[in-house]
C-alpha cells in the first residue's frame, strides 16, 4: 500500500507537529536504513544546518513558521544516536557535503559534527564519491523504518508499506552501499570537504 499526504497540509500548524511524528518513529525503530544523496540526513544535522533547512521548508510551502520548536524536536530526535539501543545504516551521496545549506559557517560546523560522529556504535555511515560507478540508476532520497519506506517528495509525504516495494527499495539500497566508502576513506571525503569549505568565504 502507498499513501501521500500533501505537505501543506500535514504542516498545516507548523513544523513541529511533524517533527515530533519522526521522532516517535525513529524512537521506536531499532534498526534504521538511510539514503541521503543530496544533503545531510537529518539525524546527523546540527542546530543551524536544521534551522535553515526548515526555514526553506516553511518559506516555500507558506506554512506557519515555529522553525525554533521544529528544530528543538530534530534535535530531541538524535538523541537514538546515543541512547545504545539504535542502529542505522545510512549512505549519503558525496553532493551533500558540498549542497550550500546556510554557507561556509554552517558547512563547516555541520562537516566537523559528522567527522566526530562517524565512529558511533549506532552509525554505519558510507559516502558515495560523485564519480563512483553505481550500478543502480539515480534515486530519490529514502528512508527505510521497519515495513515502511518514507520518501519526501516536493509537495507530499509518501508511505510506502507494500512489501514487493520494499525490497526493491532494500535491493536498491544494497546496490547504493557496494559503492560507498567507509571508514577512513569516508573521513578523507569529509575532511576535503571541510577544507572547501574552510577555504570558502566567512560569510
Not at 105 to 132: F, N
Not at 184 to 198: C, D, I, N, P, Q
Amino acid at each position: 500500500m502507498t499513501s501521500s499526504v500533501p505537505w501543506q497540509e500535514r504542516l498545516s500548524t507548523g513544523t513541529e507537529a511533524v517533527q515530533d511524528e519522526v521522532v516517535r518513529r525513529y524512537q521506536e525503530t531499532r534498526e534504521g536504513v538511510a539514503y541521503v544523496p543530496t544533503m545531510i540526513w537529518g539525524t546527523l544535522q546540527t542546530e543551524a544546518y536544521a534551522t535553515v533547512i526548515l526555514g526553506q521548508v516553511v518559506d516555500f510551502l507558506g506554512v506557519p513558521n515555529d522553525v525554533p520548536a521544529g528544530v528543538a524536536k530534530r534535535m530531541q530526535r538524535q538523541q537514538v544516536l546515543y541512547d545504545g539501543g539504535h542502529h542505522y545504516d545510512v549512505v549519503l551521496g558525496e553532493q551533500a557535503l558540498y549542497t550550500n545549506i546556510g554557507g561556509p559557517k554552517v558547512m563547516r560546523e555541520q562537516i566537523d559534527r559528522i567527522l566526530r560522529e562517524i565512529d558511533l556504535p549506532s552509525l554505519t555511515l558510507g559516502i558515495v564519491p560523485t564519480s563512483a560507478r553505481v550500478n543502480m540508476h539515480p534515486v530519490h532520497a529514502f528512508n527505510l523504518h521497519r515495513d515502511e519506506v518514507h520518501v519526501e517528495l516536493v509537495s507530499s509525504g509518501v508511505t510506502i508499506t507494500e512489501q514487493a516495494e520494499l525490497a526493491l527499495y532494500e535491493k536498491a539500497f544494497d546496490r547504493l552501499r557496494e559503492a560507498a566508502l567507509y571508514s577512513g576513506a569516508a573521513k578523507e571525503l569529509l575532511g576535503r570537504a571541510l577544507s572547501f569549505w574552510t577555504g570558502a568565504s566567512h560569510n
